[in-house]
């Protein structure tokens, strides 16, 4: 996971409540991901940005947003937490032109 | 992307090999195949990518049919810490940001 972090690592959540999460990388890369993963699946996009002030949709975008104000920073946005969300968030990074992808160590995040 | 197929779950003794096998049959001449990995907890892994020959790294060796219809994974003295779930990817690379669909894998358990 060396070059992305996320923060927090754990957060918890009552329903209707709003919290950021926060990756960064140091490798100065330009497109970033953010994806879950719910227990025993696989991942799946949120979004993505494929450089500095654009984003796209994924394949399950609803409820979250997202911000990507510069190179080093790639952030998801949960405005009202519903417990659907409850899920291990991951933000990965693309290295090269190939999809060679590098993954944070991911959020645990629980809503109750 | 094509879909693939991989087996839910292999054992394998350890400082044997592992071979994880991959069915694409639909994948399309421009699509690489990708195998990532995820140890449980953690940010998934990349391990290796190809398009038609074989490929081999400090990880790992990718065996692709000449059909391209299918591919082996090939861990060649597998440890302990192998123990993860595998997953088999079929992407078209692009310069652009991409998103990769991770399905089920296969839950490689290495046994001492």
């Known amino acids: 996971n060396a070059g992305v972090t996320q923060t927090p690592k754990f957060q918890v959540l009552k329903t209707g409540q709003s919290m950021t999460l926060q990756c960064a990388q140091d490798?100065?890369?330009?497109?970033m991901y953010w994806y879950r993963q719910d227990p025993g699946m696989g991942l799946r996009l949120i979004y993505y940005s494929a450089s500095e002030g654009t984003t796209d949709k994924g394949e399950v975008p609803n409820g979250y947003n997202v911000s990507r104000l510069n190179k080093r920073e790639f952030s998801l946005r949960l405005e009202s937490a519903a417990p659907s969300q409850t899920s291990v968030y991951f933000c990965?990074?693309?290295?090269?032109?190939?999809?060679?992808?590098?993954f944070g160590p991911g959020t645990r995040l629980t809503v109750l | 992307d094509a879909k693939t197929t991989q087996p839910p779950s292999m054992d394998c003794a350890e400082g044997r090999a592992a071979n994880l096998p991959c069915n694409h049959s639909?994948?399309?001449?421009?699509?690489?195949v990708y195998w990532y990995r995820q140890i449980h907890s953690q940010g998934p892994q990349y391990i290796i990518h190809?398009?038609?020959n074989n490929e081999t790294n400090e990880m790992a060796s990718l065996i692709i049919t000449e059909d391209r219809k299918s591919s082996t994974l090939i861990l060649p003295h597998a440890t302990l810490r192998d123990t993860a779930v595998y997953y088999c990817?079929?992407?078209?690379?692009?310069?652009?940001?991409?998103?990769?669909?991770f399905g089920s894998g296969t839950q490689l358990t290495v046994l001492p």
């Open positions: 990965a990074i693309k290295r090269g032109a190939a999809d060679t992808q590098y």
């Open positions: 490798m100065n890369h330009n497109s």
């Open positions: 190809g398009l038609k």
């Open positions: 639909t994948i399309s001449g421009n699509e690489y």
């Open positions: 990817i079929a992407s078209r690379s692009s310069g652009s940001a991409r998103q990769l669909t």
